[in-house]
């Protein structure tokens, strides 16, 4: 039974946590202002570093777009870099200096809040995320050489020598795994084809994967509305988009809806067959005991005092495997929070209290109250002297 | 005044349309602090007429009162918290429960009763009976005299007014059966408990002043009838 409610315990868990994460709180971004092409691959690639982006969008519409007065912070950035598995993103500095990652937040290289070092300034500086520094062991001064692709094999820019002046505190977020360096730097790398080296200096020709666009408020601190207005004009455009995060991401979990599904189904149904052994082990207990309890009943026990204390070892059985469920479901929880900040960066806590955590134990009371109800009639039946000893 | 009052009493098996009456018993009276035997060979209805003392059935016709309760009208649930305030029961077998020792067993005497359950009370108890060195063994680990102690001491748990034993000492030795006989009877003395023993072993009957019959008492007992002589 508690392996069945740790399962419920830890897929309710991770599935409240993932939707909050990834639909409530959008990671900062209002908006990604990205080239034509799947929103959910846009919005993977540019908050989750996953995937790739889907082309590229030309640094005058990002400028004219830029200048649109709903629009009050936008941040452009280049991806298509790596290190050693972690994305490499060029980015506009204000990123790691002015952009809130969430309501109040921005990134910090303050020691006490665990970061190190400074903001980059110079082109052959480079900013690593918590999680990134702390996985490739990375030290302020480190040296790297950027590889130009995200898979494995991709050409090395041996020339272009980064080193690392600072590491971000922090912040439970996918922005923990990646690297940072300067915009400007993308274009500047060696190996790059002429058409690329050259968008460094005349930004007539410049392209960017995209950008982060920081709407303005209304009242309460929600999203203007006139963003859907912006986005209807920019989504006009051959080349361009805006995507909204927190619009497509529900859209992902209605996709991969079926696996919490599933995983609740297998949970549901483990708790529902240990139920049904509950149930036999009792039966199996009554034909066992029927001379126990016939003594009780002999000593002075009522029919309703056996019946409560059959049902009650159900309940406390049952008690138990819940309690032992929660426990065990924050474990599995702890686990997979692991496994999901690995892969994506999001921090998850096992200590989330989950709608299974409520339900959990009144769920597994009644569980232990429908296992122990025929055991029980059948102690409350019991004939004392049919069970205790024969007649002289 | 009378710990025990029969008075035309009988008690019939219904098996389909057959019916068996078992008991009939015109007339009998113990009173409070005595020590009777009835005895009896088996099947003449012994037990069942302990099992109707102790409220476990009730008569199909008469009046039963025991230890001031009418026991012939008491709703089961009654009979059963009667049980449990008035009567200690010794059975045969001991009966004791083999997932609990010694001491458990005697405190679970108590359990039903008024005094719920109180330890020095069963360790004085288990210390009566002459096992003071035993509180935590479990029936297998003791002997049959020391399990019949034990089930001694279970039932002079709640101090009750009346001790029944059925064959208390059919499965002991002579050196054993001695030994509980006295106990039990110094035991029910000292708590000022009335005895009632039924039995079918003359060295048992002769440990007690008054003793009768069963026969002469039960009325229906037929022994050419299929039960054994």
Known sequence: ?392 | MAAIKVESLELVFECGKNRLKVLDIPQWQVEGGEHFALFGPSGSGKTTFLNLLAGLLTPHSGRLKVCGHSLEDMPEAQRDRFRAQCIGYIYQNFNLLQGFNALENVLLGMTFGPRKGELKDAESLLNEVGLSHRYDFYPSQLSLGEQQRVAVARAMANRPQLILADEPTGSLDPKNRDAVLKLLKDACRNHGCTLVLVSHEREVISWFEKAIPFLELNRAFQPNVGMEP
């Open chain 1, 1 to 392: 039974m508690a392996i069945g409610m740790a399962l419920l315990v830890a897929v309710y868990s991770l599935k409240e946590q993932a939707h909050i994460t990834f639909t409530q709180i959008g990671l900062g971004v209002d908006a990604i202002l990205g080239p034509k092409g799947s929103p959910l691959q846009i919005v993977l690639n540019a908050i989750y570093h996953l995937e790739d982006m889907p082309g590229k969008i030309k640094w005058t519409y990002f400028k004219e777009v830029e200048k649109d007065p709903l629009v009050f912070q936008a941040i452009p950035f280049c991806v298509g870099h790596s290190y050693r598995g972690f994305r490499v993103n060029a980015i506009d500095r204000r990123f790691l200096t002015e952009f809130e990652y969430l309501p109040g937040k921005f990134f910090s290289f303050s020691q006490k809040a665990g970061g190190q070092g400074r903001p980059f300034q110079g082109s052959q500086e480079a900013v690593a995320g918590w999680t990134a520094a702390k996985s490739l062991r990375l030290r302020m001064g480190d040296e790297f050489h950027p590889v130009c692709g995200v898979q494995e094999g991709d050409p090395v820019h041996e020339k272009d020598k980064l080193q690392f002046v600072g590491i971000l505190a922090p912040t439970g977020t996918p922005h923990d795994r990646a690297i940072y360096i300067p915009l400007e730097t993308f274009y500047e790398l060696s190996g790059h084809p002429p058409e690329t080296v050259v968008m460094a200096e005349r930004t007539e020709y410049r392209e960017i994967s995209g950008a982060y666009l920081k709407i303005k408020r209304i009242r309460g601190g929600a999203v203007h509305p006139g963003i859907q207005g912006l986005k209807f004009a920019v989504n006009q455009s051959d080349r361009n988009q805006i995507v909204i995060p927190s619009e497509v991401l529900p859209r992902l979990f209605n996709i991969i809806g079926w696996v919490d599904r599933v995983l609740l189904a297998i949970a549901s149904i483990l708790t529902a067959l240990s139920a049904l052994f509950l149930f036999f082990s009792l039966l199996s207990a009554m034909r066992e005991r029927k001379r126990d309890l016939a003594l009780l009943r002999s000593l002075g026990a009522t029919r309703k005092t056996v019946m409560g204390l059959v049902i009650s070892e159900a309940l406390l059985i049952s008690f138990l495997g819940g309690i032992m469920g929660l426990a065990l479901g924050h474990g599995l929880t702890a686990f997979g929070a692991l496994f999901i900040k690995a892969e994506t960066g999001v921090g998850f806590t096992a200590s989330y209290v989950s709608l299974a955590d409520w339900l959990v134990l009144p769920g597994g009371l009644l569980l232990g109250l429908l296992a122990g109800l025929v055991p029980g009639i059948q102690a409350y039946r019991l004939g004392i002297l049919q069970n205790l000893s024969p007649l002289s």
